[in-house]
Each structure stands twice: as structure tokens, then as C-alpha cells.
């Protein structure tokens, strides 16, 4: 909701100053006392001239999940719980057991080094090497799940990796990532996780 009324506010506002002929000034708008009903009338006159009613433009709103590919229509926490699960087994504690209640016989692979199927997949991970795993920033989308992860190449060398999976009635048929090595020193202050 929140995301909702900024993107609303910030839109008025960035309409009211393209709208302007006088150079805007963040500042001086954010010390007027009149903000927010000034903010409700822009929304209000911009949403009329689009045609919309009272509330945010509907380009603020959240999606629903378009027709995905996921014939169950798992939910989007459901198919997060299934690659989190997944995850944990067979990456930090090399449960390979598992792979087949997870992973579709003919999943699409999408990384140039592992081939299409399960079996290019259980003979890569069977022969790699050991190494940590932090995730951080599971998301889920419709039948998508992103994770932000943090592990070491085959030379101890600290990597950056996104991992996204396609989901299908709670099974892994699509997967693509990119790696990106952590570099001992920054260009800025940030860290990357």
C-alpha cells in the first residue's frame, strides 16, 4: 500500500512540475503546509482527464499474476517455500535425493554450462565442489521465485549470484543466473548484499 500512495504522490508531483513553467525546487514544494491537499486535488484532476476515478492510477497498482504457465497457479509464497526448500537440500546440505520431487525431468536450463534435463544438472552439482551459501532477497512472482545469494567459486573466490526458477505445480522447469565475482574493493561505500 505504501509503494501504491508513493508512486501516486511522486507522479503528481513530477506531473505538477513538468506542468510548471517555474524550475522545481524539492525543498520549497515539501515545506508548503498545504502538500497533501495539494497532492489529493493533482491526483484527483490527473486521474479525472485519464478517465479514472477516485485512487491511484492504475499503473500504480499491483498486478495480479498474468495467465502463467503454472497449470496449479501455486501461489507466489508457495513456489518461494518450494525453491527455498529446494535450495537448502541440495546446495548447503547436498541432499541429492531430493532433486527428483523438485526438479522436472526436462527442465530448461538457461546457464551455458549445464545442459537441459536433470541429469546434466545431477552430474554437474554431484561433482561440484563444496561451498557456502547465503541467500538474501527470496522473491516470488506468479510462478517465478528470485534469490539473491551469496557462495565462493570452485577457488574460494567470493561470487554474487541471482538465481531465478520457473515453477510448475510446485516443480523447477526453467532456471537461469548470473554470477558475478565480489571484487576485494568497491568503486562506493555499498556492500553488495
Known amino acids: 500500500m505504501r509503494g ?14 513538468v506542468a510548471s513553467t517555474e524550475p ?4 520549497d514544494w515539501a ?14 484532476s490527473e486521474l ?19 495467465e502463467s504457465r503454472d ?10 517455500e ?12 547436498r541432499n541429492f535425493s531430493v532433486v527428483d ?18 541429469k546434466p544438472f545431477m552430474e554437474y552439482i554431484v561433482t561440484s565442489k563444496v561451498v557456502p551459501f547465503q541467500i538474501f532477497r527470496p522473491v516470488a512472482d506468479c510462478d517465478l521465485v528470485y534469490l ?14 541471482v538465481d531465478i526458477f520457473r515453477l510448475d505445480c510446485g516443480t523447477i522447469v526453467e532456471h537461469w543466473d548470473v554470477a558475478q565475482e565480489i571484487p576485494g574493493k568497491s568503486a562506493n561505500p555499498r556492500a553488495m548484499f
Not at 535450495?87 to 548447503?92: G, L, R
Open 48 to 66: 479525472a482527464k485519464a478517465g479514472h476515478g477516485p485512487g491511484p492510477s492504475s499503473a500504480c497498482q499491483p498486478v495480479e499474476c498474468p
Open 71 to 80: 497449470r496449479c497457479k501455486f501461489s507466489p509464497e508457495k513456489n518461494k
Open 31 to 44: 515545506k508548503r503546509p498545504s502538500i497533501i491537499k495539494r497532492i489529493g486535488a493533482l491526483a484527483q
Open 24 to 27: 522545481f525546487n524539492w525543498r
Open 101 to 118: 520431487a523438485y526438479y522436472d525431468p526436462d527442465i530448461l536450463q538457461h546457464n551455458p554450462y549445464i545442459g537441459d534435463g536433470k
Open 148 to 161: 539473491h545469494v551469496k557462495t565462493e567459486d570452485d577457488r574460494n573466490k567470493p561470487l554474487a549470484i
Open 82 to 93: 518450494v525453491v527455498l526448500d529446494f535450495y537448502s537440500q541440495v546446495f548447503v546440505l
Open 4 to 17: 501504491i500512495i508513493l508512486c501516486a504522490i511522486f507522479g503528481v508531483i513530477s506531473a505538477s512540475a
